[in-house]
């Protein structure tokens, strides 16, 4: 059964699972409303294709991730921009097309990425030792 469990490897609360399984709906919800049912299904395949691989992911995975770093460079620019698509698509959903909204999510997705790759990078760096 997939269930979520704290730092202790103890279950958590009904209410907290509930939480950590519902929030991907948000953006596709979001996607949905501006765009149709297309775009909020592509939207939430998106987050959950992401979310459930962090979550329910193997160790292995992970290593796979700091040897390949140009392709993980990429993976994080797409998965930030699966959640910034959901910020313009809810604020300028009405003015902008869809392509526009994916493009400002993509930007930003890239601009979070080259931001926080440095920190990302030094933290592999101290588990490597």
């Known amino acids: 059964m997939f269930v979520f469990k704290d730092p202790a490897g103890e279950p958590m609360s009904v209410p ?15 996607a949905w409303a501006r765009f149709g ?12 294709s992401w979310w459930l691989t962090t979550i329910f992911g193997r160790a ?10 140009i392709t993980t460079f990429v993976l994080f620019v797409f998965v930030f921009a699966s959640l910034f698509f959901a910020l313009p698509a809810l604020l300028l959903g009405n003015v902008l097309s869809v392509g526009w909204c994916w493009a400002l999510g993509l930007s930003a997705g890239l601009i979070v990425t080259a931001l926080l790759w440095p920190a990302q990078r030094r933290f592999w760096a101290r588990l490597d030792g």
């Open 16 to 30: 907290k699972q509930v939480f950590l399984w519902a929030w991907p709906l948000l953006p596709s919800a979001i």
């Open 37 to 48: 049912t297309t775009w909020g299904l592509f939207e939430g395949i998106a987050v959950y």
């Open 60 to 69: 292995g995975a992970v290593s796979w991730l700091r040897r390949h770093l």
